[in-house]
């Protein structure tokens, strides 16, 4: 790793094909499909991996991410954002070259698509579940009636089902609370796309979120799951017993730079620019950053007392060390930080080392 000189991301492609196998396995065993979200890797490279699993439709987070996936050959992608009109022209480029889905959470939107649309799209309707961040409530029927009955309006709008995202999974304290959300939550996702079914034949239930789709085994009123974050799982998703320390398959490698014995803090380069300003809580109500590990070879390990990033600043991850782990570490080492998100540290870093070949990927 001696070419590695300032933050990246290191990934195991070994465990990244893990646990993408995992995950299709367990939706090919309860009977849903799989439309994984890839606004986490984001990597071309990552993409294939998912494609020689059997993957053959993604999501995305932005009509920019669809044309970089399009652009190698994938052909069936939905845009899990609700639509903003200023990017019409972009939808008239990607339409015509692949099976497009575009996200709508306000009936608003629909003027402008009927004014400027120029391709056959398929639309989803957003969901709110509970997260609070966008899209209808399920109660709230006469709403969506009236958004479909304006979209029907549009030749080149083909409604294809509803999609959830339970985002309120991350801030829970147990598996149970987890569970109480999904069961919630899909009750009321197919509650409503079972209501639009009798006008809508076809119409498909999709639920999303990596945390419920890793712990639950039972997806009834489910037809579609998009987990995106499992690829690579983080720190979050560890405390959340989403995953085992040994699923985490992506780390941001970080070159010590500083050691200050009298406070016995190490300074790393890696700061939020890299790893994001995303904390979590530890049980004793301490606020971290990541988690420290070190490279073994072609793996990475946590130390036996963990050691985490305590403060962050722009360029700087700073932790305190524990005295027996002080002459182990020196200037110029290169040491690894589990995420707190690894979502957002892929969409700060965008480049990979591939640990076990000792290689960069393209």
């Known amino acids: 790793m001696d070419d590695i000189s300032s933050p990246v991301l290191v990934v195991d492609e070994d465990k990244c094909r893990r646990n993408i196998r995992h995950m299709a396995e367990k939706a090919a065993k309860t009977g849903v499909g799989f439309r994984p979200h890839f606004k986490t890797h984001q990597s071309q490279a990552i ?5 020689e699993a059997g993957v053959e439709k993604i999501t995305v987070s932005s009509f920019s991410m669809a044309a970089y996936f399009a652009a190698d050959g994938w052909k069936d992608i939905m845009v899990a954002f609700p639509v903003n009109i200023r990017e019409t022209d972009r939808i008239n480029q990607l339409a015509p070259t692949i099976r497009l889905g575009i996200l709508l959470a306000d009936e608003d939107a629909l003027p402008a698509l009927q004014q ?16 609070h961040r966008t899209g209808y409530y399920f109660d709230e029927t006469d709403r969506i009636a009236q958004l479909l009955s304006l979209a029907a309006q549009n030749p080149l709008l083909h409604f294809y089902g509803f999609v959830a995202h339970a985002g309120h999974a991350y801030h829970t304290q147990s598996l149970n609370e987890v569970h109480k959300i999904f069961r919630k939550g899909t009750e009321q996702l197919a ?33 579609e799951i998009r987990p995106g974050n499992f690829v690579f799982y983080d720190l979050m998703q560890y405390h959340l017993a989403s995953c085992d320390l040994e699923h985490i398959a992506m780390v941001v490698a970080a070159p010590v730079v500083a050691r200050h014995k009298q406070r016995n803090e190490i300074v790393l380069y890696a700061g939020a620019v890299h790893l994001s300003k995303d904390s ?9 950053y990541g988690e420290v590990v070190r490279f073994t070879g072609k793996r990475w390990e946590p130390f036996s007392k963990p050691v985490y990033i305590d403060r962050l600043s722009q ?3 700073i932790f305190f060390c524990p005295e027996e782990y002080w002459d182990q570490i020196m200037v110029g080492d290169l040491l690894g930080v589990i995420p707190v998100h690894s979502c957002l540290a892929a969409d700060l870093l965008r480049r990979y080392y591939e640990i076990n070949e000792g290689v960069f990927l393209p």
């Open 315 to 317: 360029e700087h991850g």
């Open 191 to 223: 509650q409503v796309t079972a209501q639009f079914k009798k006008q809508y034949p076809g119409i498909i239930a999709s639920w999303g979120d990596t945390p419920t789709c890793s712990l639950e085994s039972d997806f009834e009123g489910v037809d």
């Open 280 to 288: 979590i809580l530890l049980s004793d109500n301490e606020k971290v």
């Open 116 to 131: 400027e649309l120029k391709h056959p799209v398929d639309f989803y309707v957003k969901l709110d579940v509970g997260s």
């Open 47 to 51: 993409g294939r991996w998912f494609r």
